[in-house]
């Protein structure tokens, strides 16, 4: 696992790098700062792996701020972020590990990160074989739960009730939770004596599968109580609740860029194929939140004659939560703005159709 720190004075593209970091098996955030003073204690203090610096810095740019870490930190690696491609040269002139354009590109992030780690492993084990620094599982929670083991295959579970007690246990985001608590969640008909039984067996098959798969993660006894450990796990719920809340920031809300990786981690609704009714209440509670930050967007979007954008993420927001009147009501006014009567009339009929589908009246402000 390599180390990276981050600067940028710019927070949305600061954050959004951060975002798609959070993606990697390979790279840990140990550092995001917006400001080259407290950015150089960091790196005197923690010597990353790596760092992310954007080349024009207010103050003190790019250039000169790569000249103090390679002082303070000789071993950190440097990557100019750069909307302007006429800075790689002066990139290469500081011997910098690489150069990176915005908007950052996942596929490029994720070369750049593989090419650092190799470079950390050979410097550790010599050229020959690369040893492996313990990679994390990806749990994927959006829309079904499925799990994939450090090597990136899917972890195929002893029983549905294993499947199920991990996707509780990762519910809980490390709170610790008592056997009795699991059990009435997981096993509400059955008697106590029989169902902890059950328990103790499925969470034993639990352990033996993730161990099986080279997983490194703990599910810790502690008291009375059982707790997730979540060193080891990279989880996109996680990377979803971080994007949505800071997309709450009014300085970022507009940022279509950030609107778009909304869409991209919300693949569907929160383990709506799996049918947990305990699951239930979170998954309406991210669909409500996802709605809300997409309305808000649209409509700061219209505050400013972005008819376009306002219009494209709003069709993005209907297809992904179709059974919601809102996005409707905002989408017919925005085509209405546009001159666009047809576009509002088919949107109409969309509407009235999908309520009708309901057994719910349109309301008599949309018609």
Known sequence: MISVILLDDERPALKMLEIQLGYS????????HISYKTFLDDIKSKKPDIAFIDIE????????????????????EIVFTTAHKQYAFDAYQMEASDYILKPVRKERLKRIIDKVNKNKQERKYGSGEIHDEGKKIQVNIMKRFEVRSKDGEIIHWRTRKVEELFAYLV?????????????????PDENMESAKKIFYTTIYYLRNDLKKCGASVNIISKGHKYILSRDYMVCDVWQLEEC??????QNSVC????VEELFNLYRGGYMEENYYGWAEKKRLLLEEQLMNTVLSAATSLLSQKRLLDAAGILKRLIDTCPYRESPYELMIKVYRMMNERAAADKTY???CKTMTELGIKPREKII
Do not use: N
């Open 171 to 187: 519910h809980l985001k490390g709170e610790g939770v008592t056997s009795e608590f699991i059990i009435d969640a997981l096993w």
């Open 57 to 76: 810095m207010p103050g003190m740019s790019g250039l000169e701020t790569a000249r103090e870490i390679q002082t303070l930190s000789p071993h950190t």
């Open 25 to 32: 098996e390979k790279a840990h955030v140990v550092g995001s």
């Open 255 to 258: 940022k279509i860029d950030l």
């Open 244 to 249: 949505l809340s800071y997309c709450t920031d």
């Open 349 to 351: 009929q969309e509407y």
